[in-house]
């Protein structure tokens, strides 16, 4: 299972974290990935991470790189996604996944969370 929380409304260039608890999984040799699906548009991968046993290797979406930073908690089960420099074009559903590969096409990934919210506005 894969819960995400920590979206909401945010103005331009502001900050939020979002969290992906993961459970069923070990994020030792899972991949999480998150992806983002705005109204009338395909859904985008923007970054995963690794499992701990492939060193937790990080991949971005050319538009959010230097402003989104994923992370993980082992212990707690927990995969972040940090987003800055906020735009209005961040608007989205992110949704977090997890796959035995890693990816920023949505194929390789078999399980997903049902998503939060994140609007940027002002």
């Known amino acids: 299972q894969l819960v995400e929380s920590g979206g909401g409304l945010v103005q331009p260039g502001g900050s939020l974290r979002l969290s992906c608890a993961v459970s069923?999984?070990?994020?030792?040799?899972?991949?999480i990935g998150w992806f983002r699906q705005a109204p009338g548009k395909e859904r985008e991968g923007v970054s995963c991470i690794t499992s701990s046993m492939s060193d937790s290797k990080t991949y971005y979406t050319d538009s959010v790189k230097g402003r989104f930073a994923i992370s993980k908690d082992d212990l707690n089960n927990i995969v972040y996604l940090k987003m800055n420099s906020l735009k209005p074009q961040d608007k989205a559903a992110y949704s977090c996944?997890?796959?035995?590969?890693?990816?920023?096409?949505?194929?390789?990934?078999?399980?997903w969370g049902h998503g939060t919210q994140v609007t940027v506005s002002s």
């Open positions: 996944t997890a796959g035995r590969n890693p990816s920023l096409a949505d194929t390789p990934y078999d399980y």
């Open positions: 069923g999984f070990t994020l030792d040799v899972w991949t």
